[in-house]
């Protein structure tokens, strides 16, 4: 939990060359320009440690990934619905 009290979730580098530390800048790259109600927000990074962090908003109800693949009794999406969402993310 952030001082302001949003809560937050970290992700944790699994960092073993320097390719993989390529990549994970990659992903705060992309993520810093992403800008979709249907991503999450990249609200800060840690670069300067032995273990790089990713700091992004919390989604308490699972993943973009989870509701476009997993059908639930609570929160269903049509086909052209999840369709449009993928699209519009790529």
């Known amino acids: 939990m952030l001082v302001d009290g949003r809560i937050v979730t970290i992700k944790k580098s699994k960092i073993g060359d320097e390719s993989q530390?390529?990549?994970?800048?990659?992903?705060?790259?992309?993520?810093?320009?992403v800008n979709h109600r249907n991503v999450?927000?990249?609200l800060g990074c840690c670069l300067e440690t032995d273990v790089?962090?990713?700091?992004?908003?919390?989604?308490?109800?699972?993943?973009?990934?989870?509701?476009?693949?997993n059908?639930?009794?609570?929160?269903?999406?049509?086909?052209?619905t999840r369709l449009q969402i993928a699209k519009e993310v790529a």
């Open 21 to 33: 530390v390529e990549q994970f800048i990659n992903e705060v790259v992309i993520l810093s320009q």
């Open 40 to 42: 999450v927000k990249l």
């Open 52 to 69: 790089l962090l990713l700091v992004s908003e919390f989604i308490p109800k699972g993943t973009l990934y989870d509701r476009l693949h």
């Open 71 to 80: 059908r639930t009794k609570e929160f269903t999406l049509s086909l052209n």
